[in-house]
């Protein structure tokens, strides 16, 4: 499950895309700034295979590469951060 977080002070549009799952809902959806919610701000995702993520602010667009099914990504108006699955772990454990 890909987690997005919205700090970027107003509501960004995002859409997670792969060639490795299938189904799924595709497009882009609103993710609002703030605290996230998991009706809102997570996509199922199969964790073997990498996807992109595009994430769209205003008339600005960012691709974020190699995304697995796990990670966070935090998104601020300037840049954005990938918390992959392998640092989620070891602050988990």
Do not use: C
Request: avoid cysteine; proline fraction near 4%.
């Amino acid at each position: 499950m890909v987690w997005i977080g919205n700090d970027a002070l107003e509501t960004i549009s995002v859409s997670i895309s792969s060639v490795h799952t299938q189904g799924g809902a595709t497009g882009f959806f609103p993710v609002e700034p703030g605290l996230g919610s998991y009706a809102t701000n997570h996509w199922q995702r199969n964790a073997t295979g990498t996807e992109n993520a595009v994430i769209r602010l205003g008339r600005t667009s960012v691709t974020v590469p190699d995304v697995l099914g796990n990670d966070f990504l935090l998104i601020y108006s300037d840049t954005y951060l990938k918390v992959p699955i392998e640092v989620q772990a070891f602050f988990g454990a």
